[in-house]
T-cell receptor, first 112, second 111 residues
């Protein structure tokens, strides 16, 4: 199993550009989520999904969209990038019968 | 809203010393608490998960305790090694898989 994979590893955007951060898992986990990590702060939940076709907002959803058309994939879209979205983004997945969450390696995003 | 605090923010110890990392949370109605390790520029690796009904969990040199009533968890790492140098994150699940994280404790073990 590859576990949770994220692409790209690094990305630089200009203010106003849009992009999609990819997340995939091959463990057949129902639950997937996106977090952002900023210096000196804990990870904060952006959006989450409890299964294909079901998504909901977390603590800091503004400026981000998600969709979940398959169990495996959970992309995060930045609609119009802003410097405040400069951060490291982590995707996580979990199986409903097991509380442990598995994290991807992260995407480091810089918005100029 | 669940608030999670980790003190100290950074810790430096000589090799062989035992490590004690603290985590406190404001709402005792939790499902579980998880400790993660994060190496620089890397993702999070789960170390231990304690269910709300448990008092502690152990894995090798690691032991984590949970006192729900006082809103505290402690991660003990016995006989620290330079390879234990990393940032340790505490995360509380109080709402169906939605984790609330502390800011972490960065540990340096000096050889």
């Amino acid at each position: 199993n590859a576990g949770v994979t994220q692409t790209p590893k690094f990305q630089v955007l200009k203010t106003g550009q849009s992009m999609t951060l990819q997340c995939a898992q091959d463990m057949n986990h129902e639950y997937m989520s996106w977090y952002r990590q900023d210096p000196g702060m804990g990870l904060r939940l952006i959006h989450y999904s409890v299964g294909a076709g079901i998504t909901d907002q977390g603590e800091v959803p503004n400026g981000y969209n998600v969709s979940r058309s398959t169990t495996e994939d959970f992309p995060l879209r930045l609609l119009s990038a802003a410097p405040s979205q400069t951060s490291v983004y982590f995707c996580a997945s979990s199986y409903s019968g097991e509380n442990t969450q598995y994290f991807g390696p992260g995407t480091r995003l810089t918005v100029l | 809203k669940q608030e999670v605090t980790q003190i100290p923010a950074a810790l430096s110890v000589p090799e062989g010393e035992n490590l004690v990392l603290n985590c406190s949370f404001t709402d005792s109605a939790i499902y579980n608490l998880q400790w993660f390790r994060q190496d620089p520029g890397k993702g999070l690796t789960s170390l231990l998960l304690i269910q709300s009904s448990q008092r502690e969990q152990t894995s090798g040199r690691l032991n984590a305790s949970l006192d729900k009533s006082s809103g505290r968890s402690t991660l003990y790492i016995a006989a620290s090694q330079p390879g234990d140098s990393a940032t340790y994150l505490c995360a509380v699940d109080s709402n169906d898989y939605k984790l609330s994280f502390g800011a972490g404790t960065t540990v340096t073990v000096r050889a």
